[in-house]
Nanobody, 117 residues
Framework: QVQLVESGGGLVQPGGSLRLSCAASRSIVGFNAMAWYRQAPEEQRELVARITIGGWTNYADSVRGRFSVSRDIAKNTVYLQMNSLKPEDTAVYYC???????????WGQGTQVTVSS
């Protein structure tokens, strides 16, 4: 069973930056796509950013221009660079992987990001 492990969350002041990492237990080359989702208290989980097998990326409107998703295939790792953080970015962030175009099959345990002064 492939595992995804997120890291890099924490407490940051508004305007600050964090970089989240998602390490897979095997090569990510075969994944159709990988993505970052987030879920704030009492809200639905939402897609933040994703990167496809071909390297194409897209972002939620709320984070476009501030967040950047990337990958290091040699390290089996996907990153989410988050800049100009806002209190409304506070949430648990989850990494997900899609083995096919059918949807996301694998999920990490999540990492908490809190933006507060």
């Amino acid at each position: 069973q492939v595992q995804l492990v997120e890291s890099g969350g924490g407490l940051v002041q508004p305007g600050g930056s964090l970089r989240l990492s998602c390490a897979a237990s095997r090569s990510i080359v075969g994944f159709n796509a990988m993505a970052w989702y987030r879920q704030a208290p009492e809200e639905q989980r939402e897609l933040v950013a994703r990167i496809t097998i071909g390297g194409w990326t897209n972002y939620a409107d709320s984070v476009r221009g501030r967040f950047s998703v990337s990958r290091d295939i040699a390290k089996n790792t996907v990153y989410l660079q988050m800049n100009s953080l806002k209190p409304e970015d506070t949430a648990v962030y989850y990494c997900a992987a899609a083995l096919s175009s059918a949807g996301y099959d694998l999920w990490g345990q999540g990492t908490q990001v809190t933006v507060s002064s």
